[in-house]
């Protein structure tokens, strides 16, 4: 088997409240998925701040926003 590239990192760093967030908001997904659990809505400073790492992990990954960084200037992309 040939060797495998090693696999590039990409690190983030967030404050605490944009690390809570995210991690309530993979919590919340994981839950709708094994059991149907309902989404919570976001507060608006939630929102705000993962739209935040978001973009930050969208440069990370080297890949063009995909809304332009107009929000609801262009359509979403599908990946």
Do not use: C, F, K
Not at 10 to 39: C, F, K, W
Not at 57 to 75: I, K, M
Request: glycine share 8%.
């Amino acid at each position: 088997m040939p060797d495998m590239p090693e696999e590039e990192e990409v690190v983030l760093r967030l404050d605490r409240p944009s690390a809570t967030a995210l991690a309530a908001l993979i919590y919340n997904v994981g839950e709708h998925q094994a059991a149907g659990m309902a989404i919570a809505e976001l507060s608006m400073d939630d929102s705000e701040r993962l739209g935040r790492v978001l973009r930050d992990l969208w440069r990370a990954l080297g890949v063009p926003l995909p809304y332009g960084g107009v929000s609801g200037r262009e359509p979403r992309r599908r990946i």
